[in-house]
């Protein structure tokens, strides 16, 4: 599967595809059990793809790169989640759940432009430092590996934000 991916980047770029395609698939969608199925994709790999980014991808370039930029990064990935665990816990006959999933589709949208920008962005940083991407998408790949056999086997917990509390002071 390593060869699949020439490197950590380009693992994530495909990841940000298959939503993307999940996504079009969801609006073409009709029927609720439809739905809920591609919903469900969808948020299975949006929770694997944020935690092997904020597991692995990320803190290789803590320091590396604009702190700035990951910050956002993490922030942007709170906002997905508590969305993602909205979608996960309702059903599409719901009020507001086609509404979430579109808006967690514009959030990713977003999130993908600010990683993928061809000069300025996450990814264009990431390329200039001196980190060895080949062996973190090796790591991520085991990562992911072990996220979808858990998945398989008894699901995967609800998305957990990781900056933003959601708490009330």
Known sequence: MADQ??????????DHRTVEDLFEKFEKARGNERKREIAHQVCVELKIHTIIEEEIFYPAFRGKIEDDTLDEA????????????????STPDADFYDAKVTVLSEEIKHHVHEEEAQSEGMFAQCR?????????RDRM??????LLAQEKSDGLPPAKPAVVNLQPA
């Open 5 to 14: 991916f020439t490197d950590a980047i380009a693992l994530l770029k495909a």
């Open 74 to 89: 993490y922030v942007e990935h709170d906002g997905a989640k508590v969305l993602i665990n909205d979608i996960e816990a």
């Open 128 to 136: 200039k430092t001196d980190v060895d991407l080949v062996a973190l």
């Open 141 to 146: 790949l085991v990562r992911k590996q072990e």
